[in-house]
């Protein structure tokens, strides 16, 4: 009928979606709606994102859409992704996947968005009870977890294990800019040498780098800091920085055009 009619059709088996922007709930869930905030959630699960509207009570986290698709007989996470990144309301976007139709077509249109938006998935149906839990629930094949993980490093899909690690990632990604494009030059300011080392290792590990300081940059960090302080990346401030320390600090790396994106850490001080 909706073919019929040039309609488009959301589901069956969802609870719709929710414009918290707008504002606008099409769904029948009866929990108060979450806070109004900068996450998109793209779900095949109607219950899942019942469960998140519930848990995100407590978070400190908001939403801008929460999309419900269920068993996507017309419209799926491809068709809504182009529209939920150019949301100016949404800085980023998580899925809750059992299943991709056209996983070329995914992967291209994900390919686009996460030049102007992260993305995170977290793909379920991993093994095979869950493959078969998943094919009963939607009624679609969950697929080889090996295809989807390599589709979701091609795209650039960030892909999460726990629905707890998903909005981790997309609550700071959606609190900081995209690095440069290509930008892989990192900068760590902290005031203490451990972490420090901790972080060195993290980023080497996924393919980054410490970026290296300009003359006037390292001569700016002489002027502010004490004597003991390393200037060098990872810049340790030691545990006496104050909070002007740091603000003066990341005014200077962030200026500094051989520096990419900028980790800071704090461990809280006796």
């Not at 068993?71 to 809504?80: K, L, R, V």
Request: charged fraction near 20%; aromatic fraction near 4%.
């Amino acid at each position: 009928i909706a073919r019929e009619h040039n309609m488009r059709l959301i589901g069956p088996n969802c609870i719709g979606l929710i414009d918290l922007h707008l504002p606008l709930d099409t769904s029948f869930v009866t929990l108060p709606p979450p806070p109004k905030g900068d996450l998109a959630l793209i779900s095949q699960s109607g219950a899942v994102c019942g469960l998140i509207i519930d848990w995100a009570q407590e978070q400190g986290f908001g939403f801008s859409r929460l999309l419900s698709l269920g068993n996507q007989a017309d419209i799926t996470e491809t068709d809504m992704l182009p529209g939920v990144v150019e949301d100016e309301h949404t800085r980023a976007v998580t899925f809750y996947i059992e299943s991709i139709r056209d996983g070329r077509r995914f992967v291209e249109e994900a390919a686009r968005a996460v030049r102007h938006k992260p993305l995170v998935a977290m793909k379920v149906g991993r093994s095979v009870s869950g493959q078969r839990a998943a094919a009963s629930h939607t009624g679609a094949l969950a697929g080889s977890e090996a295809a989807y993980a390599a589709a979701f490093r091609r795209a650039g899909v960030l892909q999460a294990s726990t629905i707890e690690e998903m909005f981790d990632w997309a609550v700071a990604l959606a609190a900081c800019p995209l690095p440069r494009p290509g930008g892989r030059r990192v900068a760590i300011l902290t005031n203490a040498g451990g972490p420090g080392v901790i972080a060195s290792d993290a980023l080497e590990a996924n393919r980054l780098t410490l970026a290296e300081f300009t003359p006037a940059t390292l001569a700016g960090l002489a002027a502010i800091l004490p004597s003991a302080a390393s200037l060098h990346n990872p810049v340790d401030i030691l545990g006496g920085a104050t909070s002007r320390m740091y603000a003066d600090c990341l005014r200077l790396l962030l200026a500094d055009p051989d520096v990419d994106s900028l980790l800071v850490i704090i461990p809280p001080p006796p």
